[in-house]
């Protein structure tokens, strides 16, 4: 007899951390069969801690404006550029926060390149084994589609030194409507002059998941276990919270990658005895 499971999970424990690892039942490697591009998120996929150190530099500008009791936590707006939160923020307190926009938005800038240029801050994990594979064994073209300006990510770009792993990148204020319109995704797909079953996106935001599906794009999410997965579109393949699940398994089939993770679950329980 034969069993069928839409889904198996398997919960490994290791240093007394519960890993929560859902698969379809099928392959990884069909994730890129016939994919000839991968297309990446920056702020929260690429990299985690800046949205965090986004959300700093607004309450920075706040405090300066001596405005400190506006808590910059409930207006950032995850997966938009710094603009959108002085949108919301003047809406709301138009009153106390008299500064033009444009200040606001300059000032806030300002201090998120200096907060960047004085933190710590390294790709997701998994993500360099990625691009290698992507690159040296599938021979994927890849890109970096973000809402946030030239200027700043470059600012990111290069403290993350990732700018000679993506062949594309094309930022914010390089399109006319920023995510989720799917203008960003149909751009890149032109460039490369591919069809958008040829291509998977990493997302990380309700937002950008928006553009990528509105674009025919297949797309897992990188997710930040914070974000209530019901807010993402239908139609995403998989959620993992980094790029570590994938590396090394991209050529494994279903059966094959579930040997694997039962052996380390068997090894990791004798250590533990």
Not at 31 to 49: I, P
Not at 231 to 241: A, N, P, Q, W
């Amino acid at each position: 007899m034969m069993l069928y499971l839409k889904y198996v999970s398997i919960k490994i424990t290791r240093n007394n951390k519960h890993l929560n690892i859902k698969l379809r039942n099928s392959m990884y490697k069909k994730l890129f069969e016939g994919k000839k591009a991968v297309f990446f998120d920056l702020d929260g996929t690429v990299v985690k801690e800046t949205e965090e150190l986004m959300t700093n530099a607004i309450q920075k500008v706040l405090d300066d404006i001596e405005v400190s009791y506006i808590n910059a936590r409930d207006y950032k707006l995850y997966g938009y550029p710094i603009s959108e939160s002085w949108k919301v923020i003047k809406a709301t307190y138009g009153h106390a926060v008299k500064e033009p926009l444009d200040e606001l938005i300059d000032l806030t800038e300002k201090a998120y390149i200096n907060i960047i240029n004085n933190s710590k801050i390294e790709p997701t994990e998994g993500f360099w084994d990625l691009i290698y594979e992507l690159k040296e064994k599938k021979s994927c073209k890849l890109a970096l589609l973000t809402n946030t300006k030239r200027s700043i990510a470059d600012v990111v770009i290069n403290k993350l030194d990732i700018k000679d792993a993506f062949d594309l990148i094309i930022c914010g204020d390089e399109v006319k409507r920023i995510k989720p319109s799917p203008e960003i995704y149909r751009k890149a797909l032109k460039s490369f002059k591919l069809k958008p079953k040829e291509v998977l996106a990493f997302e990380d935001s309700p937002v950008g998941v928006e553009s990528s599906i509105r674009a025919k794009v297949d797309t897992i999410v990188i997710w930040d276990r914070k974000t209530p997965k019901y807010l993402f579109r239908k139609g995403i393949i998989y959620h993992f919270e980094d790029f570590s699940p994938l590396p090394g398994n991209l050529e494994e089939d279903y059966t094959e990658l579930m040997r694997k993770k039962g052996n380390k679950a068997q090894r990791d329980q004798e250590k533990a005895l």
